[in-house]
């Protein structure tokens, strides 16, 4: 008989592509600025500094092909982003040992309000008010490590409405996965479940209700999401 006084939430997963299995989430880490191009467009110096990172709730991912657009904005813009899925962790991993502890690599979006964003970063505040609110974080079902390697280059593109807006390649991220991997632990407790989105190439923008965004990864796959 549980001792909980109210109901505990559902598990929060991804689904796996060619699988009825699922990925649990536990935490989800996101790294900012990690392609020079995007830190340029953003105002920011594209040298290779420490890395960043912020937190999304494990509830804002989702899988699916709408994405709601989210109250109190008028500026959403879209980032697509590789994702990396730990199937172990620890602490103090070393560079060489990171790519150990990943299960598998999917498409995703970090869907930002823009406009809140900018606020909090002019009064020094947190960034969750732009970035971690309700379907934040659309995501494409997962590919194990066995399916696809460990993808380090290749083209990361998202078109709206057909048309191309955000174009890189992996290999034109400032940190690699094993190195955020690495980072992460010197600072928290990497554990299985644990979510990475390893930043995104510059050209993000806005999106309004109606727009079609194709997501692809070349190696990882391709998804769409409409805007409703």
């Known amino acids: 008989m549980s001792n909980l006084v109210l109901n505990p939430p559902p598990v929060v997963t991804i689904a796996i592509e060619g699988s009825d299995q699922q990925f649990p989430v536990r935490r989800v880490y996101c790294i900012g600025r990690n392609y020079a191009a995007h830190a340029i467009e953003m105002g ?3 040298n290779r500094e420490p890395p960043f990172f912020f937190q999304k709730n494990p509830d804002n991912l989702y899988v699916g092909d709408t ?5 109190q904005t008028k500026d959403v813009h879209h980032e697509i982003e ?4 730990l199937k172990s962790g620890g602490r103090n991993i070393p560079v060489e040992k990171a790519l150990d502890h990943v299960w598998g690599y999917g498409v995703g979006l970090d869907m930002t309000r823009r406009d809140l964003q900018g606020i909090a970063k002019e009064m020094g505040r947190p960034w969750e ?3 971690a609110f309700e379907h934040s974080a659309p995501i494409g079902p997962l590919r194990p490590v066995s399916d696809v390697g460990h993808p380090s280059q290749g083209l990361v593109q998202l078109k709206v ?6 174009t890189g390649d992996l290999n034109q991220m400032i940190w690699k996965v094993p190195e955020m991997i690495a980072y992460l632990s010197d600072y928290f407790e990497l554990a299985a479940g644990d979510v990475i989105m390893t930043g995104t190439p510059a050209g993000v923008g806005p999106v309004v209700k109606g727009d079609v965004m194709e997501c692809h990864v070349e190696g990882v796959g ?3 999401v409409t805007v409703v």
């Open 44 to 46: 920011h110096d594209p």
């Open 67 to 71: 994405f709601p657009y989210p109250e």
């Open 82 to 85: 590789m994702v990396v899925a």
């Open 129 to 131: 008010i732009g970035k």
């Open 161 to 166: 409405n057909g048309k191309p807006k955000q």
């Open 222 to 224: 391709t998804w769409t």
